[in-house]
């Protein structure tokens, strides 16, 4: 088993709508959990982080961690058509040595 | 800011050829990280460096090898190619382990 799921869509949504991300993950012993975006021929970008469970909001952006199901999240609300991009969920592996990715979402904001 | 820097940006090789893949860390990050991602596939952690030293290492093939030099660029180097070894790949830096930036990737086509 894979140590992070991740559905790979692709995700179509008009502008405006809000957008839900989710990944799941196999070791209950995790505690860091990030989303990156990466637009087409480039680098990842660092979206968000949380650690544990909870949430954390930045702007439009929400990241949420479920550990008792495993379950992570990243919400757009009033998604634009420059959030079209992957979005790859990761966890840092063996003291952060290696991020683990989930195999990425591909999104697309329809104006 | 200054981000990561990655050379050269895209690369032609034939088989069983060689090819360097050079990385500039963010000024003051001190680990290097490589990763690989196929087309349509998330990134896979290759190698990383710590203070020069390799600090983790994952699916790297034999005819691979990298180092971190004393002014913490490292290099990829990659022998015999193979049509397989054609990919993206990215160089993250970090400060001590921490969050990852990735740079914006070494496109390597292999003919």
């Known amino acids: 088993q894979k140590e992070v799921e991740q559905d790979p869509g692709p995700l179509s949504v008009p502008e405006g709508a809000i957008v839900s991300l989710n990944c799941t993950y196999s070791?209950?012993?995790?505690?860091?959990f990030m989303w990156y975006r990466q637009y087409s021929r480039k680098g990842p970008e660092l979206l968000m982080y949380?650690?544990?469970?909870g949430n954390k909001e930045d702007g439009r952006f929400t990241a949420q961690v479920d550990k008792s199901s495993k379950y992570i999240s990243l919400f757009i609300r009033d998604s634009q058509p420059s959030d079209s991009a992957t979005y790859l969920c990761a966890i840092p592996i063996q003291g952060a040595q290696k991020l683990v990715f989930g195999q990425g979402t591909r999104l697309t904001i329809n104006p | 800011a200054a981000g990561v820097i990655q050379s050269p940006r895209h690369l032609i090789k034939e088989k069983r050829e060689t090819a360097t893949l050079k990385c500039y860390p963010i000024p003051r990050h001190d680990t290097v990280y490589w990763y690989q991602q196929g087309p349509g596939q998330d990134p896979q952690f290759l190698i990383s460096?710590?203070?020069?030293?390799?600090?983790d290492k994952g699916s790297i093939p034999d005819r691979f090898s990298a180092q971190q030099f004393s002014d913490y660029h490292s290099e990829l180097n990659m022998s015999s190619l193979e049509l397989g070894d054609s990919a993206l790949y990215f160089c993250a830096s970090s400060l001590a382990g921490s969050w990852q930036f990735f740079g914006p990737g070494t496109r390597l086509t292999v003919l």
């Open positions: 460096f710590y203070e020069k030293m390799q600090s």
């Open positions: 949380t650690y544990s469970s």
């Open positions: 070791n209950s012993a995790f505690q860091y």
